[in-house]
């Protein structure tokens, strides 16, 4: 996910022209996306990656960027949070329209890697209420931008995280990979 | 001028109360290395009044850990300046003014000196709507802390404030400083 220093995942109305990629992040990013076998999305998210990602690796200005991830997502398989979408005409994705932990627990008993959540922030904040989130890999942006949509929202009890790893890109951004505290 | 430095203990949620945080060495020995180039701290009532009896205690006893006691000397020989127009004492090398947090630090970027401290989130806020932080570090500690008092609460940014990373460092405990200047 992609932060502001305090705690924003896009601006009051989803802006998202704050957030700094490069190369230097997607080659990063790309290769522990690249091993994930299983993409999780909210509706709105999801819609967005569908208007995107599919052809984007054909059009004749494709960056390497979006050869390589197109590709991913034409192979990754979907599964999307919606109570209002229908999987009948969709291709190597499941809906999920209710009961959450049942059917997040199932795919995550599966034999399969990292199930990796991608944007999503009202699903996010379900999951979490859930306790289905088992690690955040964030990257903090060198920006703050005083309002908008928070990464976390009506938070009960305390969650502790253990980190895993830090990075510094060129571009300021500081990527923290953390694995929430089970004990 | 001189530069205007905040420090600040934030959860990964931007939760800036303080119990919800653990102290540690590495944590008391970074601030002390920090606090070695700033000769005057100002704070605004409630963060003076959390701090400095309990720290200057602390420094006079000895009574902490080692890195908490070498925290609490450094802090406790810097010179302060209390904002307040409700405080009607202060102990040691403390003084109170009674003028508006803009125009004190405004007057006092303009002297001679080292680096000025600003403690207390209202304070801090305050000087952040106006833009006179030059200088930030985080210190985002590996907890989502949830409801509490959050670092920008009752503020209003006149827009987004773009920040340069300098420094990230990752200490044992999870905690992660994140040192940024604003160049703006």
């Known amino acids: 996910m992609h932060i502001s220093l305090d705690g924003f995942v896009a601006g009051p109305n989803g802006e998202m022209d704050w957030i700094k990629v490069d190369e230097e992040i997607f080659d990063h990013v790309g290769k522990r996306i690249g091993e994930g076998d299983t993409a999780l999305y909210g509706r709105v998210t999801y819609q967005m990656m569908e208007n995107y990602w599919p052809a984007a690796g054909n059009e004749p200005d494709a960056s390497k960027h979006d050869i390589e991830h197109s590709k991913w997502y034409n192979k990754v398989h979907k599964v999307v949070l919606s109570k209002i979408m229908k999987d009948a005409d969709l291709t190597n994705t499941t809906i999920i329209s209710d009961n959450l932990p049942d059917r997040i627990n199932e795919i995550k008993q599966q034999a399969g890697k990292e199930i990796l959540l991608f944007g999503s922030p009202t699903a996010t904040h379900s999951l979490i209420q859930q306790n289905l989130i088992d690690g955040y890999w964030l990257f903090v942006n060198p920006i703050i931008l005083g309002r908008g949509i928070p990464l976390f929202v009506d938070i009960k009890d305390k969650i502790k995280l253990k980190l895993l790893t830090t990075r510094q890109f060129t571009c300021g951004v500081t990527e923290l990979n953390y694995t929430v505290d089970k004990q | ?184």
């Open chain 2, 1 to 184: 001028m001189r530069n205007v430095v905040y420090v600040m203990n934030i959860s990964i949620d931007g939760n800036c109360d303080h119990t919800n945080f653990t102290p540690q060495e590495e944590i008391y020995e970074y601030f002390t290395n920090l606090f070695q180039d700033v000769d005057l701290i100002v704070d605004g009532r409630k963060s003076y009044q959390l701090m400095f009896p309990y720290w200057s205690d602390v420094a006079k006893n000895q009574s902490g850990t080692k890195g908490a006691n070498e925290f609490a000397e450094a802090i406790t020989r810097i010179d302060k300046i209390v904002i307040s127009n409700t405080l009607h004492s202060v102990q040691g090398n403390a003084r109170i003014v009674r003028e508006s947090p803009g125009d004190v630090i405004r007057k006092l970027k303009q002297q001679p000196g080292k680096k000025i401290s600003v403690g207390g989130v209202s304070l801090r806020s305050q000087l952040m709507e106006l833009g006179l932080i030059d200088e930030f570090h985080f210190i985002i500690h590996p907890v989502i802390a949830g409801e509490g008092k959050r670092m920008l609460e009752g503020i209003n940014l006149p827009g987004k404030l773009n920040l340069t990373l300098v420094d990230a460092k990752a200490f044992k405990s999870g905690c992660v400083a994140l040192h940024y200047t604003d160049k703006s």
